[in-house]
């Protein structure tokens, strides 16, 4: 079966190319937005309809390259596809690269990328474990984000999932209050240790309830909270 991962770069780009890459963003948002627009107009979400209705004149409006306008196209189609998402507008925070306009270069660790008016190729600075995974590979897909105000690469690579493993045994749990938890080879676990706590926690909230000076209320504050991180992580254990 095959998997896809996703690794994130971190560009470091000049202050040139920051800048072309966020007219690229905006100038992409904006061609969605007005694919949008003629989609919804013509009530369509096919992408190969919109292309002939609107290929043309987005990139004469918006100046993007081909490759960048079908993406825009097959971005609005994909959304107006969804309900919750047939009447959003579109933020200039990320664009979906192919292998057309969108090149990963491990000789120097870099991408290479079509933007607005140029072809760009952007530093990255990966880690070791980033450099193991990309090592090799030759990946084919990639989405620009901007994020926080920084840059980054959603590489993805495709592969093979590796062989599923076959428990040869099981444990089953049951969750009670006499006894907080009886596993399925017999063993229980007393909650008596459990309720003591909640017992003094109990007792130590009553008692700082009634002080209601602002160190106690400050302590109670303090004891919700671990209170709700417990009870998180109880969660989590018993899924």
Not at 126 to 133: N, R
């Amino acid at each position: 079966m095959e998997t896809t991962r996703t690794i994130v770069l971190k560009l470091h780009p000049t202050a040139e190319q920051a800048s072309e890459l966020d007219a690229t963003l905006r100038t992409f948002a904006s061609a969605c937005d007005h694919i949008a627009d003629v989609a919804r107009r013509e009530h369509m979400t096919n992408e190969v309809l919109i292309q002939r209705v609107c290929y043309h004149e987005v990139r004469e409006m918006f100046g993007l390259s081909a490759n960048l306008a079908i993406r825009a196209i097959a971005r609005v189609c994909a959304v107006l596809k969804v309900p919750e998402k047939a009447h959003s507008a579109f933020k200039p925070t990320s664009i979906d690269y192919d292998a057309r306009i969108f090149s990963f270069r491990e000789w120097d660790w870099a991408v290479s990328l079509t933007l607005l008016h140029s072809r760009q190729r952007v530093e990255t600075r990966p880690g070791e474990h980033q450099k193991s995974v990309l090592k090799g590979t030759k990946p084919t897909a990639a989405q620009l984000v901007k994020r926080e105000g920084w840059f980054f690469m959603y590489i993805q690579i495709g592969g093979e999932a590796p062989e599923p493993i076959e428990p040869r045994e099981f444990l089953g749990v049951d969750l009670g209050i006499a006894k907080i938890a009886t596993t399925s080879d017999a063993q229980g676990h007393s909650g008596k240790p459990v309720e003591k706590i909640r017992r003094k926690h109990n007792l130590q909230r009553k008692r700082l309830q009634r002080q209601g000076t602002k160190g106690a209320k400050k302590k109670l504050r303090r004891l919700s909270s671990t209170a709700s991180g417990s009870r998180q992580a109880g969660s989590v254990c018993a899924c």
